[in-house]
């Protein structure tokens, strides 16, 4: 795909999932811990 919308799109996606992953783990290493 070369259209700049559709880059900017998945760009943004994987931007979101990047930090939710983050969260995620996180959130598994608090629970591991306990």
Known sequence: MS???V???AD???E???KEIAE???LIKDL???
Do not use: H, T
């Open 16 to 18: 979101a999932q990047r």
């Open 7 to 9: 880059r900017d799109l």
């Open 3 to 5: 259209d700049p919308r």
């Open 24 to 26: 995620m783990k996180a």
């Open 12 to 14: 943004g996606i994987i």
């Open 32 to 34: 591991e811990s306990k």
